[in-house]
């Protein structure tokens, strides 16, 4: 470990409101170093290089290992903590601005999934590597910092694009507005009306090239979706049932344990144990 546990650079002013960089570093941290309970005025994003640590936010704890990043968003309760034997080492990048949030919503984070792994994890962090370096108080060092800025989050989208399902008829255009639409409002009250307007389709040319591309209808790929992640809440936070149900967009409890039930075989009560006897599940 070197000497050096932390380089950091805070910016003290900015003229730039469409995207600012508020603060960027490296860490190696201490045995069991915390950050929080507390919130950001920005976005905060970390890749872990190294170690293990864990990130706590909207009542789910997830545990994260090098090739991890995890997101906090602007007034969020969080806390981070680096592991006791093994502490994470972690590049950083805090931002904000009126364009902060779009580019943000093409990242591969979700609100019920503020972590990812990487795939490629090198080209993520010699990005924010070079944000760091093009630190300085001049106007070139800003705009350099901000392109790097760009970079940065095009690698995330580049990443993102990697999770949609592969579609390559003429019309995959309608299909992956409409995964990216479910991806971003799974957890409201939408229907499939609601998703065809968004991607400016009739409901019948939905259903037609959602099952030419995919293979399942638009609302048994909204299920399936819901119910992956509730998978992922019921693996990895301490929410109720409950509040899983209402955090994937189920805003009844017992119906929910039904569709869970019919898609899983168990209901979400016994997946846990039903998941130690069948990892495939």
């Given at each position: 470990?070197?000497?050096?546990?932390?380089?950091?650079?805070?910016q003290s002013y900015t003229d730039n409101v469409e995207l600012s960089i508020f603060n960027c570093g490296h860490e190696y941290c201490e045995p069991g170093h915390t950050w929080g309970p507390g919130?950001?005025?920005?976005?905060?994003?970390?890749?872990?290089?190294?170690?293990?640590g864990v990130y706590q936010v909207n009542g789910a704890s997830f545990a994260?290992?090098?090739?991890?990043?995890?997101?906090?968003?602007?007034?969020?309760?969080?806390?981070?903590?680096?592991?006791?034997?093994?502490?994470?080492?972690?590049?950083?990048?805090?931002?904000?601005?009126?364009?902060?949030?779009?580019?943000?919503?093409?990242?591969?984070?979700?609100?019920?999934?503020?972590?990812?792994?990487?795939?490629?994890?090198?080209?993520?962090?010699?990005?924010?590597?070079?944000?760091?370096l093009a630190r300085g108080p001049e106007p070139q060092c800003e705009a350099l910092m901000t392109g790097y800025l760009y970079i940065f989050m095009a690698h995330l989208m580049e990443e993102a694009r990697g999770m949609m399902p592969s579609v390559g008829s003429s019309s995959s255009q309608y299909v992956l507005s409409a995964i990216k639409y479910i991806q971003f409002n799974y957890s409201h009250d939408i229907s499939v009306d609601d998703i065809a307007k968004a991607v400016g389709v009739s409901r019948s040319h939905l259903y037609r090239v959602f099952?030419?591309?995919?293979?399942?209808?638009?609302?048994?790929?909204?299920?399936?979706?819901?119910?992956?992640?509730?998978?992922?809440?019921?693996?990895?936070?301490?929410?109720?049932?409950?509040?899983?149900a209402v955090s994937v967009g189920f805003f009844d409890q017992f119906y929910f344990s039904r569709v869970f039930k019919k898609v899983k075989g168990v209901p979400p009560s016994r997946y846990l144990s039903a998941l130690e006897k069948n990892p495939q599940l």
């Open positions: 470990m070197t000497s050096l546990a932390k380089q950091s650079y805070k919130v950001r005025d920005h976005y905060l994003i970390h890749l872990v290089v190294a170690g293990k994260l290992e090098e090739g991890d990043l995890f997101l906090a968003k602007p007034n969020q309760l969080i806390t981070y903590a680096a592991d006791e034997t093994d502490p994470w080492e972690y590049y950083w990048v805090g931002f904000n601005g009126a364009c902060a949030n779009k580019l943000v919503q093409q990242a591969p984070f979700s609100d019920t999934r503020p972590v990812h792994h990487c795939k490629n994890p090198q080209k993520v962090r010699e990005a924010l590597y070079n944000i760091y099952m030419s591309n995919v293979g399942q209808s638009p609302i048994d790929y909204l299920t399936d979706y819901r119910i992956s992640e509730a998978c992922y809440l019921l693996k990895n936070s301490n929410l109720s049932i409950a509040e899983i």
